[in-house]
């Protein structure tokens, strides 16, 4: 009854009839995402008929009605198939202002009709493979990108970055020809690098540094949403750059990686969207090359040299860490060097151990970039060390048993899922230096065992890779309880009880004697079995 209302004032009334109608329409249903199949042929009627109401010169407060109503529809794929034309996608990016002869973005009543327009086409993208040959076919990409470049440095009009930015991550996700294209063509890399810097308002202090401001505000909701479409538009441009990298792209990446890295020190409107910000950021980080990673830390600034510093040795005494390792006006900082976007991987890390579910999609991103950086930048390895392995002192307890970030990681090594455990493993051995003797200390064999009878280690010795020779140092309450060590379980066994200490002296006999009647009987059935044999 709506559909049929809302069509035969869209067929015949005027502007401010048709905008009413059509804003009741919207009010009513914009949360309606399923749609009763008796009314698809009413819904199909009010696209066409919405189209051709947008082909006219009406004021701008109605075309906004007219998008809004779109959009709704747009959700339904079956309403998409007649109306998915490349004459009324068209109207939709003229809408847009994506078509070339749009030289600027001045007039602010238009903005609600970009933004609208925008929505209409992530849904009818997302949802219509004819809309999709029709965005090829009309290079949506490159409009896209050009619409990009008008406001990056605009603060005013961040909606329209979102869902353009969104757009171009659906339009890459789809077509593996965009992703090139947006790569190589469009020059995405540094433009998507820019929308970001800007998000962040990054002010940079060297080549690769950026200035992070500790008491200033979190970032708005609008800037965090802005950044996350952003950050998964890069992931799609960048996903085989691991694999294909040229080493003149090595400084695009490097400027990539530290704008992440300020991703990683800041925080968002809430927890939970600063948690998918970092998210993002860490599913973006696993594609850059691990060679440019470096930049994730970086030497420390004036103002972090400043006299003001504590040893964590002299914290109280659980907290255990290298004497490397210190806080200098709350920076986590080893050998000199600015620790903190590690620091904030780590407890990301931990904080999805502790969440107990989807550890394939929300762990093993995070624990797979962590065991790269180990494996290829020494002081990054040395620093997780100190963190997840501090020296042992207390091994009355089992590996798995505690919830230090070692016992959270010792008991993933024995997860169902093969992938996680295979991980975890993987990042405990790297920190140990790929060294079976050193993993073990920390593990016990019966953890460990899985990972070295895949690595064919099961008799001991170390991995492939090469790392520096430097030792580890075993504390004094280590060394005193080595002998008494379970290999199996890694942890500290009472002695046995021997139960001849117990025994009368009638008892011990009687147990002797006990004993020399089976080797007595062992070594005649020794002899019977020669004697057939040599008969034989």
Not at 168 to 189: A, C
Not at 280 to 292: D, G, H, K, Q, T
Not at 456 to 464: C, E, I, P, T
């Amino acid at each position: 009854m709506d559909e049929e209302r809302a069509l035969y004032i869209v067929r015949a009334g005027e502007a401010g009839a048709i905008e009413r109608v059509l804003r009741d329409y919207s009010d009513k249903h914009r949360a309606t995402f399923k749609f009763e199949s008796t009314d698809e042929d009413k819904r199909k009627k009010l696209c066409e008929g919405i189209f051709k109401v947008l082909l006219k010169d009406i004021p701008t407060t109605c075309q906004v009605s007219c998008l809004e109503v779109l959009r709704i529809l747009s959700r339904d794929k079956k309403v998409l198939v007649p109306v998915t034309t490349k004459e009324n996608m068209q109207i939709l990016l003229r809408l847009a202002k994506l078509n070339e002869s749009d030289d600027s973005l001045e007039k602010v009543s238009e903005f609600p009709v970009i933004v609208e327009s925008l929505k209409c086409l992530c849904n009818i993208v997302f949802n219509s493979q004819m809309a999709q040959q029709l965005s090829l076919e009309l290079n949506l990409a490159a409009k896209l990108c050009n619409l990009l470049r008008k406001c990056k440095d605009r603060k005013f009009i961040n909606d329209i970055k979102c869902f353009d930015l969104r757009l171009l991550f659906v339009l890459s996700l789809l077509h593996t020809d965009i992703r090139s294209q947006l790569r190589y063509e469009l020059q995405g890399l540094p433009l998507l690098t820019q929308i970001l810097e800007s998000a962040f308002s990054i002010k940079w202090t060297d080549e690769y540094e950026s200035a992070i401001d500790r008491n200033g505000p979190p970032l708005s909701p609008q800037e965090t949403d802005c950044a996350i479409e952003a950050l998964k538009a890069l992931f799609n441009v960048t996903v085989d750059s691991w694999k294909v990298h040229k080493e003149g792209d090595s400084h695009q990446f490097r400027v990539m990686a530290a704008v992440l890295r300020h991703c990683l020190l800041i925080v968002g409107p809430t927890e939970d969207k600063t948690e998918e910000l970092h998210s993002n950021a860490v599913n973006l980080l696993s594609n850059v090359p691990v060679s440019c990673l470096d930049v994730l830390i970086c030497p420390l600034t004036h103002e972090e040299t400043a006299p003001e510093a504590t040893m964590l040795d002299e914290l109280p005494s659980d907290k255990t860490a290298e004497k490397e390792t210190v806080l200098k006006n709350n920076t986590m900082v080893y050998n000199g060097m600015n620790m903190e976007a590690i620091h904030v991987l780590l407890s990301f890390m931990e904080k999805r151990i502790d969440k107990g579910s989807s550890y394939r999609e929300g762990l093993t991103p995070v624990l797979s970039l962590l065991t790269e950086c180990s494996r290829a930048h020494r002081n990054i390895r040395k620093f997780l060390k100190d963190q997840v392995l501090p020296p042992l002192r207390d091994v009355t307890n089992r590996p798995e048993v505690g919830s230090t970030v070692r016992n959270k990681l010792v008991r993933l090594m024995t997860h169902v899922d093969l992938g996680v455990k295979q991980i975890a493993a993987e990042f405990l051995f790297v920190l140990c230096k790929e060294r079976v003797d050193s993993l073990l200390k920390y593990t016990g064999y019966g953890n460990a065992a899985g990972l070295l009878a895949a690595r064919g280690l099961l008799a001991g010795g170390r991995g492939d890779n090469w790392y520096s020779e430097d030792e580890d140092t075993d504390t004094e309450e280590y060394k005193n309880a080595k002998p008494n060590i379970n290999l199996i379980t890694g942890h500290l066994e009472e002695p046995m009880p021997n139960p001849i200490d117990e025994m009368t002296e009638e008892q011990k006999e009687y147990e002797a004697m006990k004993l020399v009647n089976m080797l007595d009987k062992l070594s005649r059935r020794a002899d019977v079995n020669d004697l057939h044999q040599d008969g034989g």
